[in-house]
């Protein structure tokens, strides 16, 4: 057994033409990144003001085909605003999956909401939305056209889908449930810039989307987010809370609300403009990756690799493995690959299962607790060829 992950892991090293530790993600600089980054240096625009900020804003929101997109300094950022803009409040709470990274419940936490869980299909490996469905028929209690928990007397205000590893949810069906259910979707479209769903963007389903770009995201600032809307009047406001709500003026510092430091620095933007000219060469190399795993796979027994559903072109962020077979051990693969150099690592601990989460309402969440213990991610850097 442990002979086949050697050979896989010897694989692995012939892709990346390495010998050395093979990380799980690493950032790819090779287009105009140095080029514009030296050119705010010299101009001095490092900070909150600047042409790429701009720039990036417009050209994310061009690629991502929505009206708006608002730069932000991490994604986390992008969802608590996110969680704002839907008009989330203190004692509410907020569908999301427990099957997440744990940012997505702590923006949740930050405006004093509480995080309820809910299960991931297989599938998609995100949000069940027709189980979803069937469970909100037994939960939503209607006051005034508004849902409530009937169990714990609080309004459902948000649902958070989440397209793990950027794989895209279900979103045909998860759009119907919130219709149906007056609930508004915020995507958490943290790792799926560039992935479609029946050939649209994910992160212009929802209301309001998300976006990440950590440095291990497929597009980077070094640290940054931002957030994508078709609504003028939402991505306006964005704006004002994400710059300490100043009122324009020409010297006079009025600010008129309690608001937040979240603006991008131009340095940041600069990077990201060059990054985001790079984006659909990523996602080809990546979608290549995805190729060549599939064939090395094949020799691995009980194993999957996770491939798109019909519906979807993902931007394959992580490169997954599945485990089918019950008998395979996750921790002790985990160990036979870092051992021979190839960084992999579990998926996240469900959130429900964390000391601060524990207390929190949950659905019933069993394909949650079993996939913690049969996915795998493997080296997912794109290899330019
Ligand atoms: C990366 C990530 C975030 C948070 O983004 P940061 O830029 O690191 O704050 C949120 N949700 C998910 C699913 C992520 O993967």
Not at 323 to 348: G, H, K, T, Y
Request: negative net charge.
């Amino acid at each position: 057994m442990m002979k086949q992950w050697q050979e896989f892991a010897r694989h692995v090293h012939e892709l990346y033409n390495s010998v050395e530790f093979i990380p799980l993600h690493e950032p790819t600089f090779n287009g105009n990144e140095l080029s514009y980054v030296s050119d705010c240096v010299t101009s001095g625009w490092v900070s909150s003001v600047g042409q790429y900020v701009d720039r990036f804003e417009h050209d994310l929101a061009q690629f991502v085909g929505t009206k708006r997109a608002v730069a932000v300094v991490n994604g986390t950022a992008a969802l608590h605003i996110s969680l704002l803009l839907v008009g989330v409040e203190r004692g509410d709470e907020v569908l999301v999956p427990s099957l997440t990274f744990v940012a997505t419940a702590n923006a949740i936490s930050y405006i004093g909401a509480i995080p309820h869980f809910i299960d991931v299909e297989e599938r998609t490996l995100g949000v069940d939305s027709k189980r979803l469905s069937h469970y909100l028929e037994d939960i939503v209690e209607w006051r005034d056209d508004i849902p409530f928990n009937r169990h714990t007397g609080r309004k459902i205000a948000a649902i958070v889908p989440m397209h793990t590893f950027g794989h895209a949810v279900d979103l045909h069906n998860l759009q119907r449930v919130s219709e149906k259910y007056h609930i508004p979707i915020v995507e958490d479209a943290a790792e799926s810039l560039g992935t479609t769903y029946e050939g649209k963007q994910t992160g212009s389903f929802g209301k309001v989307g998300a976006i990440s770009f950590n440095g291990n995201k497929i597009v980077t600032t070094g640290g940054g987010g931002a957030i994508v809307t078709n609504d003028e009047q939402l991505a306006d406001r964005a704006k004002h809370l994400t710059t300490t709500a100043k009122v324009p003026h020409r010297w006079e510092y009025v600010h008129d609300e309690v608001a937040y430091n979240y603006r991008m620095p131009n340095l940041n933007a600069a990077l990201g403009c060059a990054q985001l000219e790079n984006l659909p060469m990523f996602i080809e190399q990546k979608r290549q990756l995805t190729n060549d795993y599939a064939k090395l796979v094949e020799s691995l027994q009980g194993v999957r690799l996770y491939t798109e559903v019909e519906e979807v072109r993902s931007n394959y962020w992580l490169q997954t493995l599945i485990l089918e077979d019950c008998s395979l051990n996750r921790d002790e693969i985990l160990q036979w690959l870092n051992d021979a150099n190839v960084m992999s690592r579990p998926i996240w601990k469900p959130l429900h299962t964390l000391s601060m989460y524990k207390q929190c309402p949950k659905m019933e969440l069993g394909v949650t607790e079993q996939l913690e213990h049969r996915i795998i991610n493997i080296p997912s850097t794109p290899i330019g060829r």
